[in-house]
């Protein structure tokens, strides 16, 4: 019998935070660093060295920087620095921070399943309105706000740190909650802070695990070559005009990388996790200049590449991108795989995960098994997925871990390890794109993401005015740095919002009025002016005027649903994209004696059989419409109730159906089940809302 060798099996798991302290803050805009440290980073880095599995960590020089400015300058942010404050002693700004923030955690992991911080919810109000804020603070007691403090901390704080003594004397406690107790919550939370790089630089030094990294302040780095790159999937017309063309930028990111690396690590890095997967020709040559030997995105870009031909799935072998002298290692991450951790086991039994994960994996060496070099790539955010497992993800993590190691048939390694390996195939040209639907639009193309390019660029202009040498001009090259980041851009414009989208623009902002500073310049008056535009909430959520569609499954027509309130699913989710959808949008409307809804899969659902839409609505009557997607075209009907799916799937309730009243506010929300297991909730946390229009003002709105 011929010996096989096993499948490598390469985790690449992304840690990143954008520099959250602005060049004249006192302390960072947000707490975001410290709160992903006392959990994802040590809890993950702890099952690792338990289980001794090798796997690569890609660390963000923005985030390096903060984590140990943390240890050594303790720069408290504004959820710290409120939180020290004796209940009794709370200004009433204070209080409204906290009401506002402090349930800043998946409600249905970490509120709803505990008594006191669901309670101190529905107290305060998941919708949280003016009206609601001022009846908060009259009937908030000193300890309700202890209590509050106390259980965010705590629900933010990871399965290894929920076993420290004195923490899980607290999580017994479960409410009554002194000031000394929060500050021991505190205190912990610092001492784990402490102790996240020396783990990961003991097990890199022993070679168990690689460490990567990101360019310095994860900036995209085929855009700052040159925005013309994103033509492939956008139109010239709606990209920043001048372009932003400095690929000299993006040598300076992966450099200003490599000397973080080193300096925290005591080493130089090996790989390079292009920020968000975004690679071009351009991007990938200034990669392989600098030295990184392999970089890695997703698999639909190889798909969209010139290459040479693979015998099966192309991403389940590394390839050589070659231009001139410089070459560098491409791998390809399998998003069905990497997806799946991040938006479909939290809602699964561990056990079960495990095996349905490891399944996949044992299948996908049974048809590679004659593919030399053959591996597969899970590349994912190693911070967000966590925060939707009841465990924490100890029970998934550690499991296949251990499951895997027991496996002949399959081999945890890092990415490095298995570079050295020779391979046959080539990338001629790579496709530009992110792991994002393989194009920029999340960057780039929207009129709010094309302002701050142009603001980039007018800044970056006064940096090329300097003369080389001049201190000036590395001062003012140090704050351009910070404001390239994809961050910023990333929340402006569509497709994602976020209550927090005021502190990105700021800080974006602010960085580049820096930049002028720094050349001795007046910053221009347009930097005093928000780029990002206050939500428009009520105009968003409240439908426009009646209609009347057909409900035959079929857009009909372009007009017929105008009127109707869009939803992209993916802005009321996570600060983290995925490669693949289970809704496209959500509309909905009324019309003169009915409410309607349109769900938009995507091609992904429509051909999978065991999918089920459940809309839920909840008004005069609290109603459940199911509808499974096992057999299409498909009409169901009933007495107030008609829905059709073909190419989208509409629903007419109507009034005497759902027992809504005009004037009165309807809630919906919408779970996806595959077979039983729940894959998805929209929104993820609340509902969505609208008010019930009364007759006048159908009327004065109707339009034929």
């Known amino acids: 019998m011929v010996n096989v060798e096993p499948l490598s099996v390469l985790f690449l798991w992304h840690h990143h935070q954008p520099f959250y302290q602005g060049p004249e803050m006192e302390q960072p805009a947000m707490p975001w660093v410290r709160l992903h440290a006392v959990r994802g980073y040590l809890d993950m880095i702890t099952v690792v060295a338990d289980c001794e599995a090798s796997m690569t960590f890609n660390f963000s020089p923005s985030l390096l920087e903060q984590i140990t400015s943390s240890e050594l300058l303790d720069p408290r942010d504004e959820f710290e620095r409120v939180s020290f404050i004796p209940s009794a002693d709370l200004p009433a700004e204070a209080k409204r921070f906290i009401l506002a923030n402090f349930f800043s955690v998946n409600w249905n992991v970490h509120v709803r399943p505990h008594p006191r911080y669901a309670a101190l919810l529905s107290r305060r109000g998941e919708r949280l309105t003016e009206a609601a804020m001022r009846q908060a603070l009259v009937e908030f007691t000193n300890q ?229 070099g053959r591996c597969v790539v899970i590349a994912l955010d190693g911070e967000n997925p966590w925060e939707a497992f009841p465990d924490g993800g100890e029970g998934f993590l550690s499991g296949v871990c251990r499951t895997i190691a027991s496996d002949q048939r399959l081999q945890l390694s890092a990415v490095s390890r ?64 910070k404001a390239q980041g994809s961050d910023w851009f990333w929340w402006y414009g569509e497709p994602f919002s976020s209550e927090y989208e005021s502190h990105f623009d700021e800080l974006f902002r602010g960085f580049l009025k820096a930049v002028y500073r720094a050349a001795d310049l007046l910053p221009p008056p347009s930097l005093d002016e928000p780029i990002v535009s206050p939500p428009p909430e009520e105009r968003r959520l409240q439908p426009m005027f009646p209609i009347s569609p057909t409900m035959d499954g079929r857009e009909t027509s372009f007009y017929e649903w105008t009127g109707a309130c869009r939803i992209d699913p993916r802005q009321y989710g996570a600060a983290m994209g995925r490669s693949e959808h289970v809704l496209r949008a959500i509309y909905y409307a009324f019309g003169r004696d009915h409410l309607f809804f349109r769900l938009d899969p995507t091609s992904t659902i429509r051909s999978q059989s065991q999918i089920v839409v459940r809309l839920h609505l909840h008004g005069g009557k609290s109603r459940l419409i199911s509808v499974p997607f096992t057999e299409i075209p498909a009409v169901y009907e009933e007495e107030g109730l008609r829905w059709a799916l073909q190419d989208i799937l509409e629903i007419a309730a109507g009034q005497e159906y759902s027992g809504v009243v005009p004037g009165e506010e309807l809630q919906f929300w919408i779970e996806i089940l595959e077979g039983e297991s729940l894959i998805e909730k929209l929104p993820p946390a609340g509902v969505y809302r609208f008010i019930v229009p009364s007759p006048e003002l159908m009327a004065a709105h109707w339009i034929v």
Not at 304 to 318: I, K, Q
């Open 144 to 372: 309700d706000f202890s209590d509050l403090v106390a259980l965010f901390h705590l629900a933010w704080t990871g399965f290894v740190g929920k076993k420290r003594p004195e923490l899980a004397e607290l999580i017994k406690k479960g409410q009554g909650y002194t000031d000394e107790d929060v500050r021991t919550i505190l205190a912990s939370h610092r001492e784990i802070l402490s102790r996240i790089i020396p783990l990961y630089r003991e097990l890199y030094e022993q070679d168990l695990i690689e460490v990567s990294v990101s360019p310095y302040s994860h900036a995209i780095l085929p855009l700052l070559c040159d925005t013309q790159v994103a033509m492939a999937d956008i139109p010239r017309q709606r990209l920043p005009n001048p372009a932003y063309r400095h690929p000299e930028d993006a040598e300076r990111q992966l450099k200003k990388a490599w000397d973080v690396h080193t300096k925290t690590w005591g080493r130089t890095p090996s790989g390079l996790w292009p920020s968000e997967g975004s690679v071009s020709d351009d991007a990938l040559e200034r990669a392989a200049a600098c030295g990184f030997q392999w970089a890695a995105t997703d698999q639909a870009i190889l798909e969209r590449s010139e290459r040479t031909y693979t015998n099966g799935p192309a991403h389940f072998v590394s390839h050589d991108w070659v231009r001139g002298s410089q070459t560098i290692r491409m791998y390809f991450r399998d998003h069905a795989l990497s997806d799946a951790i991040g938006f479909r086991y939290s809602t699964m039994d561990p056990a079960q995960s495990v095996e349905e994960f490891v399944g996949h994996l044992r299948r996908i060496e049974e048809i590679t098994r004659d593919t030399p």
């Open 418 to 481: 298995h570079a050295h390996r020779v391979t046959r195939e080539r990338i001629l040209h790579v496709h530009p794109g992110s792991w994002i639907d393989s194009n920029f639009r999340i960057w780039i193309g929207d009129p709010e993401k094309n302002r701050a390019w142009i603001e980039l660029d007018r800044a970056r202009r006064r940096v090329e005015d300097l003369p080389v040498g001049d201190p000036r001009r590395e001062e003012c090259e140090r704050w351009l740095l």
